[in-house]
């Protein structure tokens, strides 16, 4: 028996000294680190990310992996969760570049996650391409290896307050209500002087701490000051409690917006029919207008990525494809893994992706359009874009009694 | 002015459901000395409960409090039998050591169980309101307000005017004497506890009515619930009430009077000064 036993050992050992040339073969792979959120508060948008960056690995692979000089590389994934937590996180991307030795990095969700994490990315000079932070801050420092492909937070609300603008009856007094986080305090400080230059009158700005609850006063304060236009600026807990409870409040003011929640499916899903009238914004939508190398066009992408997670893909999933792709399209146009040709190639790099055209600014930012939308029966309505109206709003929202 | 009594009255109706999210924890923290951090997991179990209840099985969240609660309330007692009884005369760090863990495992296994999506608990009149001159009553929160006046009460009365209120209450001041009076203290703890606890869960399922559920909404819950029952003091359910009603309305006014940001400065810093000024709570006995 323990002679068996040990047989059985030796032969293991063995096995596994004849593995290491293949595993040693393996290590030609290119491997892409990041750490998102699958657990803690925001492990709900934080899937989109781990959900997009597997699949978008798969299909690449699938279609013969990334070619670097008439070579083909495998991709592969090297991902942690960091629960939701900054400190937790900047451990994890320190540990994917000093120990796991990674080649390339992908981001976390969230801008003060992308804030704390890319300053990893800069001190040991390997490129984050991230898609989940979109604060203004995270690019003015003049950090040379991160990129981002979120549309800049300050322009969030542009596109809506350009439309406010071309509405028939447009609103007179404006409400602005911002999260104190470095998302949507970037979101306020751009809003505030294109309201003003738009000649709105911004009768409440009022910031408040991320995770309330309770928007029961500020709710009150809107509807005494007979607000037209409220835009929150925050995070999708929060923005639902909103909306239920302006709804119990009966507070309908004629429009309001939210910078999150309004494109993903899962928001739709918690308030059911109070989610109608709701304007949002997105810079993607599953059109088959977007080309792809990849995946053909974005409403294929869509549909493979419904039928492989269950559920609709929106812009975070957008985005965190393109992040991939533009990290494979560096590499190629590099001719190279090494982090710092592959960081010049992605200073350069201009591709067409299933998410729109992808190009960085100098700081590193992408710029997109954000088109705004707005959830009207069933379904998210494009409502106006970079050429005007597509669709017809439904403005002013009518009554919570009246619906 | 119309302002101003809407204002107080969200205060008044935010301090209701506050009060009965505390009225467990001060219960268990008063009888068995346990500041349980887990509390604020057994309010989003109790969310998730009432939601199932609801969605599934389309029975109203607010008739189905009681079926929440009793489920609550066997997992409460279980738990106390077999893990939180090794700890009940152990050192204060010992148990805050084993709830924070118990918070965790709850937190996860939540996120398991039910992803980590958003729910809410949607009844078609959860969104409707009445009007009372220039204020308008979300019928919700007055549900819950008066849920959490009924538990309070009904909480107070038994305490004093039950035999197995007596016993808790006797266990609480002197352990050794109400020994030598028959009562078997483990099982008086286990019974505590799951009181404590099937009340936490109906506070969930009154939670999810008015605001969305998701498997983090613990941690800030239990902070909120060990406010108001400092506030309040840990003797008297009605001081519970009274911490809520004080706090939400401190909170609403805050909010606008110098703004949202600081609501909850203002309720920790409240906090703060009652433990300095009174730390036996605004009802509880002076030292």
Redesign the interface.
Known sequence: MSLNRSRLLFSLLAACIAAAPAGAALAQDVVLGASVQLTGPVANTGRYYRDAYQLAIDKINAAGGVKITGQSHKLALKLYDNQSDVNLSVRQYTQLVSQDKVNLLLGPFASNFALADSAVSEKYKVPMVQGGGASDQIFARNFKYVFGTLAPASNYFGSTIDMLKALKTPPKTVALLYADDAFDVSVAEGTRPMLKKAGFDVVMDERYSSNTSDFNSLLSQIKSKNVDVVLVAGHETEILNFVRQAKSLAVAPKMYSFTVGVPSEDFRKALGKDADYAFGMTAWLPTPALKDRWFGDAAQFAKEYKAKFGYDPDYHAASGVADVEALVQAMEDAGSIEPQKVRDALAKVKFDSLYGPIAFAANGQINLPQVVIQVQGDSLAEIYGAKGFVKQPKYPMPAWNAR | M??LA??LV??T??GGLYAVMALGLALVWGVLNIVNLAHGAFIMLGAYVSWHLYTYLHIDPFLGLPITAVVMFALGYALQRGLLNLIVRAPMFNTLLITFGLEVVLT?LA?LAFS?????I?PPY????LQWGPV?L????LGAFCMAIVLTLGMWLFLLHTRLGRAIRATAQNLVAARLYGVEPRHLYAVTFAIGIALAGAAGGLYGT???I?P??GA?LTAKSFAIAIIGGLDNPLGVIVGGLFLGIV??LT??YI???F??VASFGILVLVLIVRPTGLLGKTA
């Not at chain 2, 959860?126 to 309101?129: I, L, P, Q, V």
């Not at chain 2, 979300?138 to 929160?141: G, I, K, L, M």
């Open positions: 119309d302002l809407q204002i969200n205060g109706l935010l996860y996120q980590a999506d958003f729910r809410t949607n959860a969104g409707n309101s308008v979300p019928v919700a929160r008015v605001s969305q998701n983090y909404i800030s909170e609403s909010t606008l703004g949202p940001t609501a909850d």
